[in-house]
């Protein structure tokens, strides 16, 4: 079940690393069209992963992700879109909407592999717009956020 | 493409952290009913999966390769095997065979998601024979090559 209504389409703006309650962690950004940014603590091997497919880096042999593309491809599945679509306790969840023979599939799934996924199949994001409304911050509150010492994954 | 005869099924024995030329690095067994072991470097993320997958671990959620099985049950694939059939400069080859309506598909691999998937899916593993006749180390060799700080992750 997918009401666009209530979602809003974002871009990935890239990865980082800032600190988190535990120490630094490698966070990913969302950004609607209204300048809305969403942050989103992740892994360090999805982070890295989604900083790769950001810079269409193509690895010597299939990363995770990459294989799992190519699984897809070949199975002739279609990522449609994936969805940001709850926020409970600090963790966000997420759905891939998968499309095979003409049938659709929900996947639960963590927002780091699909995004992950979505940026290798050019497929849309989508966060809750509600989940925006709470968390979102501009990109002047986000200056707050980060500390001097966070750099990008490069 | 797939002839039997030239290929030995394997158990995976563990992940474990050895010297590599690049210093400490995971590394994943593979044993032969001869007895026979095979060791193939691989990354940190892929050797923390398969050791989830070897002890059963549960993560509250979806893994990279949970994801990955569980989009490949609902679409109804199976693996039916994965297999190690190539190694160039060092570096180890795997495909995975999958089933979808009947149909057989052959995908690319390292053979770390291969044996994380495999392991999830309870699939046959093999390795070509000659691979482990050129490379393949009895128990008492292993030990040769494991020194003393080598631990296993956990």
Aim: glycine residues 6%; charged residues 30%; negative net charge.
């Amino acid at each position: 079940m997918f009401n666009e209504e209530e979602y809003s389409r974002v871009d990935v703006k890239g990865v980082y690393v800032t600190s988190s309650g535990v120490g630094m962690a490698p966070v990913v950004l969302l950004e609607d069209t209204g300048g809305r940014i969403l942050q989103i603590f992740i892994g360090v091997a999805e982070a890295l992963s989604i900083h790769s497919a950001l810079n269409n880096e193509i690895a010597p042999r299939p990363m995770t992700h990459d294989l799992f593309v190519s699984v897809l491809d070949r199975l002739k599945v279609d990522v449609e879109k994936i969805v940001v679509d709850d926020l409970n306790e600090g963790i966000f969840y997420a759905r891939m909407f998968l499309k095979i023979d003409g049938e659709e599939v929900e996947v639960d799934a963590r927002p780091s592999d699909s995004i992950a996924i979505a940026l290798r199949t050019r497929s849309d994001i989508f966060v809750r717009t509600d989940i925006l409304d709470t968390v979102g911050v501009t990109r002047d509150e986000l200056k707050n956020f980060f500390s001097f010492e966070d750099e990008m994954l490069e």
